[in-house]
T-cell receptor, first 113, second 118 residues
Framework: DAGVTQSPTHLIKTRGQHVTLRCSPI?????VSWYQQVLGQGPQFIFQ???????GRGNFPDRFSARQFPNYSSELNVNALLLGDSALYLC????????????FGPGTRLTVL | AQKITQTQPGMFVQEKEAVTLDCTYD???????LFWYKQPSSGEMIFLIY??????QNATEGRYSLNFQKARKSANLVISASQLGDSAMYFC???????????????FGKGTKLSVKP
């Protein structure tokens, strides 16, 4: 079975631009979470979606938004990019809201110049 | 206060030896879960092992075992018979409380970089 997939792999943007990152969960997984990992740190939780509804939000500004589609794939959108948004963005999926283990994708590395 | 503390920024181990990576956690919630993930230089977080707060026995998965000491709030990862491919960053993480909401997701430590020497 295919794992979590993310696109694109790498992305370079300039300050003030907008970016959309995409994630496809493992087949049968209905919950998707997004994490931001800046260099030298552990990942930080941004959003969780389950059955197309937002079920959790971390401490991130409103410039960050996300959605989940009927096929359970998800998009993370970031507006008005700042230099500090440069990071590895990880998507994780799990079967249900009540499943313990999350499985991560390979990430999208975003560089903001 | 940090929820997850990994005090070893870097560790070296000889190939075929065992190594212990330290993790302490802080929570007042009686229900929580503890995880270890491996992150190679490629960036993907690979799930290794899970321990629930109510589990009576320490979790094991192949060469990985979790030394869970609830009273000390520690959840150390033990890797037996280290291999060169074990060289990577290792992250300890915790899920607090009930599922769903912000608490249903993971809080990570800063990680430990493990280097396996031939």
């Amino acid at each position: 079975d295919a794992g979590v997939t993310q696109s694109p792999t790498h992305l370079i943007k300039t300050r003030g631009q907008h970016v959309t990152l995409r994630c496809s969960p493992i087949s049968g997984h209905k919950s998707v979470s997004w994490y931001q990992q800046v260099l030298g740190q552990g990942p930080q939780f941004i959003f969780q979606y389950y059955e197309k509804e937002e079920r959790g939000r971390g401490n991130f500004p409103d410039r960050f938004s996300a959605r989940q589609f009927p096929n359970y794939s998800s998009e993370l959108n970031v507006n008005a990019l700042l230099l500090g948004d440069s990071a590895l963005y990880l998507c994780a999926s799990k079967q249900t809201l009540y499943t313990d283990t999350q499985y991560f994708g390979p990430g999208t590395r975003l560089t903001v110049l | 206060a940090q929820k997850i503390t990994q005090t070893q920024p870097g560790m070296f181990v000889q190939e075929k030896e065992a190594v212990t990576l330290d993790c302490t956690y802080d929570t007042s919630d009686p229900s929580y879960g503890l995880f270890w993930y491996k992150q190679p230089s490629s960036g993907e977080m690979i799930f290794l092992i899970y321990q629930g707060s109510y589990d009576q026995q320490n979790a094991t998965e192949g060469r990985y075992s979790l030394n869970f000491q609830k009273a000390r709030k520690s959840a150390n990862l033990v890797i037996s018979a280290s291999q060169l491919g074990d060289s990577a960053m290792y992250f300890c993480a915790m899920r607090e409380g009930n599922y769903g909401g912000s608490q249903g997701n993971l809080i990570f430590g800063k990680g430990t970089k493990l280097s396996v020497k031939p």
